[in-house]
């Protein structure tokens, strides 16, 4: 069973980037898709980025589009989210999933795995 760990996350200026990173335990990790969702205080959870298995296809909600970048390093087992120019509506805490479902996925319930989730406070 893959679990995953998402670390990266802070309280920074606007204006600034950080790098999350989502970990993952257990075999197969390259076989499974990833995304990044995140859930901000009072809100609903939302799609931020996803990427393939092979990771080709990444795919942004438009609030981040031109900001944010998903990557993955199969032999590290691991994902990134680099977030730059970070805003304070990006607060929110931020959690990976995985999924072995293809195609573009967007949304939380077609992901099976996900981590705890990181906080990111960015402040003006």
């Known amino acids: 069973q893959v679990q995953l760990v998402e670390s990266g996350g802070g309280l920074v200026q606007a204006g600034v980037s950080l790098r999350l990173s989502c970990r993952a335990s257990?075999?197969?990790?390259?076989?499974?898709?990833v995304g990044w969702f995140r859930r901000a205080p009072g809100k609903e959870r939302e799609f931020v980025a996803h990427i393939m298995s092979s990771g080709y296809g990444p795919s942004y909600a438009d609030s981040v589009k031109g900001r944010f970048t998903i990557s993955r390093d199969n032999a590290k087992n691991t994902v990134y989210l680099q977030m730059n120019s970070l805003k304070p509506e990006d607060t929110a805490v931020y959690y990976c999933a995985a999924s072995t479902h293809s195609g573009q996925l967007y949304y939380a319930h077609e992901y099976h795995l996900w981590g705890q989730g990181t906080q990111v406070t960015v402040s003006s």
């Open positions: 257990g075999r197969a990790f390259s076989s499974y898709a």
